[in-house]
């Protein structure tokens, strides 16, 4: 099977697992409550975060029961920071993946109500799990949290907001990169890891792949929205310049963003040739990610 | 010990547990995010949520070590919730417990991130503790997620919302009522009461207890935002018919709403009688949250 097509499986597959929450609306209000949920859950992500996480936990020999929740629950949290970034107090943009935004569509207190709801369900749906599958699952949610909080991906998001229009230098550059981004794929890659059993060695490993893979991943984004268009992106390009926002192309220039996701695709194909199984997809995973073009 | 005297005690304790989180900042962003959380943390609330979390644990046997984490977990979430609430989207209050809300002092951006990151830390908090403790936290970390999330305090708040200028009926009044208050009072006593191991017969009593207690606050509440005044409450009064929320004065007049307050309290000690051990706060606890004067 071609990469593309292993991928848009993977994906649907990823999209069936979300329809089947929050279809049990007890009165009106939890269904317009869900309603808000699943319009930016359903709408049309990469489902990048959770195909990591199952990737990685299968090839370990996590079964696919053991692992899709947790998938689930880290697209839920990725989704829930979307709808809340969205915000008119926040970026305020009215489109995201070529739809209207949360807001937009439900208004700003709905839309808020419904990342919280998005944030707090993704627990519940771990936490439930975790007592039918035991503390493998416990030390992933941990992991996830981490990933997702005030020293992870809640921090980035503050960094980055404070560090507008300021001169951020490389450390500054680095912090939001390493927290807004790579925070939440390096721990798609590690709770894999823990629901699998791994070792702390190739947990480790797994924290460096995810590591290169976020920032590599970061710099293609910030490429894309100087050199995409808008039709290809599903949202508007130049967004970073006119926000003033600290990149790694604002800070280093284009070519040398493009060489250095370059050098982090390599040397994260490095870590994934120490591990043994059918790493195919996974490389080429990686390869997409980097290489994309929206 | 008078009843006062051990219910500030206790509220002073859990103030200390309070600040010994979020104090360790890796950056000035992280510094500024801590302050906004820690902000409004700390902001003087009664502590209801974790005292009774911490007296119904140690009622059952369950040890302060145990049952610490949890207790501030709980009030984490209750304060990012009055965070989000307070938002210009939301109830567009400018003042809490007295003080100017978060988003007055921090910004919209800033005090949506903190609600993010308090709810966030909660579960980081409760899934790292869950690692040491074991499977009766994770049982908690699930009750209390399933009280906080889109069929328990969120679901009570959108049902607030989108009930406000409606003509609402007896059961939304209900749902609105189980939901955005007594959800997250009860889910203070089933959690200590799994923390503790107690059998699924007392965590049913302890879940009907809540039900009763949440119900009779709530009502309180509705009725102090009717008799009493903006220097005692610490918040302006008269905001419910202010913005013509659907409450049990609002519903059933003012004496009956008297009257059902003195019956759930008269039910709920009936239940807390059943119990074996020195009762004694317990009851005087509920006792104040159903005669308090804010």
Request: charged residues 25%.
């Amino acid at each position: 099977m071609s990469f593309s097509k292993g991928l848009h499986n993977r994906a649907l597959k990823v999209d069936d697992y979300l329809k089947s929450y929050l279809n049990n609306h007890k009165n009106e209000f939890e269904e317009k409550l869900h309603e808000a949920m699943t319009y930016s859950l359903l709408s049309g992500g990469k489902r990048i975060r959770p195909i990591l996480l199952m990737e990685v936990g299968s090839l370990f020999g996590a079964s696919e029961e053991e692992l899709k929740d947790y998938a689930c629950a880290i697209e839920m949290i990725h989704t829930y920071s979307l709808i809340h970034d969205d915000l008119p107090a926040m970026d305020d943009d009215d489109l995201r993946r070529g739809n209207p935004t949360n807001h937009i569509v439900y208004g700003e207190a709905m839309a808020i109500l419904a990342g919280d709801g998005l944030l707090n369900y993704a627990f519940e749906l771990m936490s439930e799990k975790a007592i039918d599958f035991g503390m493998n699952h416990v030390k992933a949610m941990h992991e996830i949290s981490k990933a997702s909080g005030h020293q992870g991906m809640i921090g980035g998001q503050v960094a980055d907001i404070l560090s507008e229009d300021a001169h951020g230098d490389a450390s500054v550059l680095r912090y939001i990169q390493e927290k807004k981004t790579s925070a939440l794929l390096t721990c798609a890659l590690t709770a894999g890891g823990y629901i699998a059993s791994c070792s702390e060695e190739i947990i480790s490993d797994l924290r460096t792949l995810g590591l290169k893979v976020g920032l590599a991943f970061q710099i293609k984004d910030d490429i894309l929205d100087i050199e995409s268009d808008e039709d290809t992106l599903g949202k508007p390009i130049g967004s970073d310049e006119k926000n003033s926002k600290l990149t790694y192309p604002s800070l280093y220039g284009l070519e040398a963003a493009k060489l250095k996701v370059e050098s982090l695709t390599s040397e994260a194909h490095q870590i994934i040739d120490g591990f043994n199984g059918d790493v195919t997809f996974l490389k080429s995973l990686v390869d997409y990610l980097c290489h994309r073009d929206k």
